[in-house]
């Protein structure tokens, strides 16, 4: 991809080279890599920080691209990316660009390189594009809370956005991939996602996974209330992905007894590898006002793909859990990432929850299996939070966790994660420039 220009700028803000690759061909065909930006086959790590402070303006944020290879991500060659380098609008106070929640990867133009799609302030998306010398160019898009998908079954990726301008609450835009440089896309479906049981009148799209199995997307909506400005998930809907995009409502999901299955973050991967995507719910706590557990004690659900109903749930009291009890209020099932850490081609689950004793952050490591997710060889590891993403191409994902504002990259493979730091991150390791004057504590990986 070649760079682009705005009045002359350079849009992209490259504090250091960036590696290995002067000529600018598309790679050659083959399977993407998640978050791989140059179409090396490595999958590259992206660390943010929307707290740091940038020309000048506090909390405006930065993202840092730390390319893959046989070894791991490297400092080496690094990129950071902010607002201001876009040239395409300057950041203000708080505008929190590369926010660990609101960010991710995929290819929308179709050259075989991932491209990096990130939100900063309340109604702004960006998308900076891959190329062989890595992230280069941008568009400005307007929208919030961006979800990447094959929602029609093209091949191409789509981009589901909420919060556009002029759109009305609960409705959604489906752009339809690909997308040209400037950030049109094929094609625009609106969706109206407006709650049709009386108890529920928020609507929030969660995840996107093709859980019926038709090789489209589908969208999982969570229905519930706004408490404080906050939702609060209470219901899950499914809505088909179609042709053209035009997603239909399908049915609200339940757990084997029933009951409602939702969760404050959901995400989707194929655990049992049957070729239907499963939904991972963590409920950690619910915010009414003050925050309390859910109904039933912190947890986390998954609910399986398929035309039966299947589901387990994982809480504190689960017999044979990698580290023990009590745990914190409000901690058990926080933050779930998915990916597939020992390379065996089932999707494993980490998640977070506080040890009561000392209030230590553990990650649990949960495999799956044909079975499901499994408490077989699972492992606890120290950590706030964590991502899974495999930098290496070894087909085993590494487990980047987030502690207390350090990143440590952690070896994935056949035995689980190796507990052996292969990288450790500070904001101090990044060399940010002159820029970023406060770099900030709020370091983040980006899965």
Same mark, same amino acid.
Request: hydrophobic share 35%.
């Given at each position: 991809?070649?760079?682009?220009?705005?009045?002359?700028?350079?849009?992209?803000?490259?504090?250091?080279?960036?590696?290995?690759?002067?000529?600018?061909?598309?790679?050659?065909?083959?399977?993407?890599?998640?978050?791989?930006?140059?179409?090396?086959?490595?999958?590259?790590?992206?660390?943010?920080?929307?707290?740091?402070?940038?020309? !000048?303006?506090?909390?405006?944020?930065?993202?840092?691209?730390?390319?893959?290879?046989?070894?791991?991500?490297?400092?080496?060659?690094?990129?950071?990316?902010?607002?201001?380098?876009?040239?395409?609008?300057?950041? !203000? @106070?708080?505008? !929190?660009?590369?926010?660990?929640?609101?960010?991710?990867?995929?290819?929308?133009?179709?050259?075989?390189?991932?491209?990096?799609?990130?939100?900063?302030?309340?109604?702004?998306? &960006?998308?900076?594009?891959?190329?062989?010398?890595?992230?280069? !160019?941008?568009?400005?898009?307007?929208?919030?809370?961006?979800?990447?998908?094959?929602?029609?079954?093209?091949?191409?990726?789509?981009?589901?956005?909420?919060?556009?301008?002029?759109?009305?609450?609960?409705?959604?835009?489906?752009?339809?991939?690909?997308?040209?440089?400037?950030?049109?896309?094929?094609?625009?479906?609106?969706?109206?996602?407006?709650?049709?049981?009386?108890?529920?009148?928020?609507?929030?799209?969660?995840?996107?996974?093709?859980?019926?199995?038709?090789?489209?997307?589908?969208?999982?909506?969570?229905?519930?209330?706004?408490?404080?400005?906050?939702?609060?998930?209470?219901?899950?809907?499914?809505?088909?992905?179609?042709?053209?995009?035009?997603?239909?409502?399908?049915? =609200?999901?339940?757990?084997? =007894?029933?009951?409602?299955?939702?969760?404050?973050?959901?995400?989707?991967?194929?655990?049992?590898?049957?070729?239907?995507?499963?939904?991972?719910?963590?409920?950690?706590?619910?915010?009414?006002?003050?925050?309390?557990?859910?109904?039933?004690?912190?947890?986390?659900?998954?609910?399986?793909?398929?035309?039966?109903?299947?589901? =387990?749930? &994982?809480?504190?009291?689960?017999?044979?859990?990698?580290?023990?009890?009590?745990?914190? &209020?409000?901690?058990?099932?926080? =933050?779930?990432?998915?990916?597939?850490?020992?390379?065996?081609?089932?999707?494993?689950?980490?998640?977070?929850?506080?040890?009561?004793?000392?209030?230590?952050? @553990?990650?649990?490591?949960?495999?799956?299996?044909? @079975?499901?997710?499994?408490?077989?060889?699972?492992?606890?590891?120290?950590?706030?939070?964590?991502?899974?993403?495999?930098?290496?191409?070894?087909?085993?994902?590494?487990?980047?966790?987030?502690?207390?504002?350090?990143?440590?990259?952690?070896?994935?493979?056949?035995?689980?994660?190796?507990?052996?730091?292969?990288?450790?991150?500070?904001?101090?390791?990044?060399?940010?420039?002159?820029?970023?004057?406060?770099?900030?504590?709020?370091?983040?990986?980006?899965?």
């Amino acid at each position: 991809m070649k760079t682009r220009h705005v009045a002359g700028a350079v849009l992209i803000l490259l504090l250091s080279a960036c590696g290995s690759g002067g000529a600018d061909e598309p790679p050659a065909p083959g399977p993407s890599v998640h978050a791989d930006f140059n179409g090396d086959g490595y999958g590259d790590l992206v660390v943010s920080d929307t707290t740091a402070t940038v020309n !000048g303006k506090y909390a405006a944020g930065y993202a840092a691209v730390l390319r893959g290879s046989a070894q791991g991500p490297r400092l080496k060659g690094r990129q950071v990316v902010t607002q201001d380098g876009l040239g395409l609008g300057k950041a !203000g @106070e708080g505008g !929190g660009f590369g926010s660990s929640s609101s960010s991710l990867s995929a290819d929308l133009d179709g050259d075989g390189r991932a491209d990096f799609v990130t939100q900063a302030g309340r109604r702004t998306i &960006f998308v900076v594009w891959g190329s062989g010398k890595g992230l280069s !160019g941008a568009a400005r898009l307007t929208g919030s809370a961006p979800l990447t998908g094959d929602v029609d079954g093209d091949g191409h990726a789509d981009l589901v956005l909420s919060g556009s301008a002029g759109s009305h609450d609960n409705a959604v835009r489906v752009l339809l991939g690909p997308f040209d440089r400037k950030g049109v896309p094929n094609s625009t479906v609106s969706v109206d996602l407006t709650p049709s049981d009386p108890a529920h009148y928020d609507a929030v799209p969660a995840a996107l996974g093709d859980v019926t199995g038709d090789g489209k997307d589908d969208l999982l909506v969570s229905w519930g209330i706004l408490v404080d400005e906050s939702p609060v998930a209470e219901a899950t809907y499914l809505y088909r992905g179609a042709a053209g995009g035009k997603l239909s409502k399908g049915p =609200r999901l339940t757990d084997e =007894r029933g009951e409602d299955f939702y969760g404050s973050s959901l995400r989707t991967a194929d655990i049992d590898k049957d070729g239907y995507a499963d939904v991972v719910a963590g409920l950690a706590c619910e915010m009414r006002g003050d925050p309390m557990p859910p109904e039933g004690g912190s947890r986390l659900d998954v609910l399986y793909g398929g035309p039966s109903v299947r589901s =387990r749930r &994982f809480t504190a009291e689960t017999a044979g859990l990698p580290v023990q009890g009590p745990f914190s &209020f409000c901690s058990f099932g926080g =933050r779930p990432a998915v990916g597939d850490v020992d390379g065996d081609g089932y999707a494993d689950v980490v998640f977070s929850a506080e040890v009561e004793k000392g209030t230590k952050q @553990e990650l649990l490591v949960l495999r799956g299996s044909a @079975e499901g997710l499994t408490l077989k060889g699972a492992q606890a590891l120290p950590g706030d939070s964590a991502v899974l993403l495999d930098t290496d191409r070894d087909r085993a994902a590494e487990l980047v966790v987030e502690d207390q504002g350090e990143i440590r990259v952690l070896r994935g493979g056949p035995d689980g994660v190796d507990t052996s730091p292969m990288l450790t991150i500070k904001a101090t390791d990044l060399d940010l420039g002159p820029e970023v004057t406060v770099p900030g504590r709020g370091l983040r990986p980006i899965g």
